[in-house]
Structure formats: C-alpha cells, structure tokens
C-alpha cells in the first residue's frame, strides 16, 4: 500500500489495521513484556511485518503510540464517568482501574526511558484530558461527600501516581488501595477521636 498523498485523509483499511497493530501491540507487551518482538505483534494483529513498520516505523514509535492510547482510553473512561449516578463508586473505580493499567504503562514507559525517549513528551497531549476529567470526578466525589473536602487534584495525581508504582511492584494491590481509600474517605467522628487520642 503506497502512503497516501500529503494533506489526504488515509484510507480506511489503513486505519483499520493501525487499530488492529495498535490493539495487538498492547496485549503482546502486557503478556509477554516489552521485549517482544514486532513479528509477534504482527502475528497478532494478523498483517504482515510490512504493514507494522508503515505504520509505526520503529519499536519505540510502536510502544509510544500504545502508551498514548492508553492514556486516551483511561481519559475518554474519565469523562464518561463524569455523568455517573454514583460520583463516588466512579472516583473509586476509575482510580483502581488506572492502578491496574499500571503495569503495563510502566513497562512501557520504562523501555521508552532505555530507547532515550521521555514518556512524558511522548504523551503530553493525552495527560490534560486525563487531569481534567479526573478533577470533575474528584469534584463530584466530594460534593457526594464520598472524598474528603481538603483533597486536591495535585494530591490525587501524586497519590495515584504513587499507588500505580507501588502496586505494579508489590503485588499486594487490593491492600494497597483499601488503605488509600480509607485515607481518602471523610473520616467519621470516631476516627476522628482515635486520631486525637
């Protein structure tokens, strides 16, 4: 398949078989790890190895563009979430979910770091949306008065960040987020009293 020509949208197989690299990529690294070969990935994906490199030129492009995708899935997640009838439950859930994906996304970022490559500047367009989204959850949460009131956006990310590098870690990630949610919940006048004593 010839590029197509400049200022011209790209067919729609072309699309589809980017999707079906870009799908195929994120779960041969999730399983197998970042050492993956791109013939794996084609296999996957079902095109060839041709196909793969017209598309993502290089391995790193191929683990930058799944890290970005990621990112964008967990924002568009986000902002779905942003109408939930239960602002709670969906703070909550979208805060696991992003420490569950955290695995994968360090193992990525961690081998585009290796490759030279900064993961942050790879993925800047997609980290707004997702702060965005997540502070009209963390809003809605506490007006639901399912989150503590003194608790930031800055104070989320940092704790979401640092929770996602733990638990990728420690293997322990139930434990480890039931004591973050009790951290973040609005303390009931008996721990209140405990804390004080």
Do not use: W
Not at 30 to 39: D, L
Not at 88 to 102: L, W
Request: hydrophobic share 45%.
């Amino acid at each position: 398949m010839t590029s197509p020509a400049p200022g011209r949208p790209p067919r729609a197989d072309a699309l589809r078989n980017r999707a079906k690299v870009l799908a195929a990529a994120e779960e041969v690294f999730a399983v197998q790890g970042t050492s993956a070969s791109t013939e794996e990935v084609a296999r996957k994906a079902g095109v060839g190895i041709g196909t793969v490199f017209r598309h993502f030129p290089t391995k790193e492009s191929l683990l930058e563009a799944v890290l970005v995708a990621l990112l964008e899935r967990l924002a568009g997640e986000a902002e779905e979430l942003c109408s939930a009838a239960d602002p709670g439950e969906a703070f909550f859930g979208f805060f696991s979910r992003v420490v569950a994906q955290s695995a994968a996304k360090q193992a990525v970022t961690e081998a585009l770091a290796e490759a030279g490559i900064d993961a942050r500047g790879a993925t800047g367009r997609a980290g707004p949306g997702l702060k965005a989204a997540l502070g009209t959850l963390l809003a809605r949460a506490q007006k639901a008065g399912a989150v503590r009131a003194d608790v930031g956006p800055a104070e989320v990310m940092g704790l979401l960040a640092g929770m996602a590098y733990a638990a990728g870690r420690a293997g322990a990630r139930e434990d480890v987020l039931r004591i973050a949610f009790d951290g973040l919940r609005p303390r009931t006048r008996p721990q209140q009293a405990a804390a004080r004593g």
